[in-house]
Nanobody
Framework: QVQFVESGGGLVQAGGSLRLSCAAS????????IGWYRQAPGKQRELVAG???????NYAGFVRGRFAISRDNAKNTVFLQMDSLKPEDTAVYYC??????????????WGQGTQVTVSS
């Protein structure tokens, strides 16, 4: 059974940092790219960062240079280090397999997410 459990969110002041974790129950974890997504109130969910099975990374322009994604295949976990946080980063953060999200297959596997709130 596929499951993603996100953690590490919280309330932080602008300029602060948080480190999010995504623990995946996924037998093919090491061979799948994993992405971090976020959804702010009243907005659509958007891709924040992704990491391939071999560690190549990509970032949305609005977080490039501030966020860093990494993975630990031994622990089936993906991390998102968020620095220089801004109030506009406030959202619920989720993880999923990007290829599944694009095709719709990822729909049933969205977890509860972790809330990040950045105060000004």
């Amino acid at each position: 059974q596929v499951q993603f459990v996100e953690s590490g969110g919280g309330l932080v002041q602008a300029g602060g940092s948080l480190r999010l974790s995504c623990a995946a129950s996924l037998s093919t974890f090491s061979t799948n790219a994993i992405g971090w997504y976020r959804q702010a109130p009243g907005k659509q969910r958007e891709l924040v960062a992704g990491i391939s099975s071999v560690g190549s990374t990509n970032y949305a322009g609005f977080v490039r240079g501030r966020f860093a994604i990494s993975r630990d295949n031994a622990k089936n976990t993906v991390f998102l280090q968020m620095d220089s946080l801004k109030p506009e980063d406030t959202a619920v953060y989720y993880c999923n397999v990007p290829a599944w999200v694009v095709t719709g297959r990822g729909g049933p596997y969205w977890g509860q997410g972790t809330q990040v709130t950045v105060s000004s």
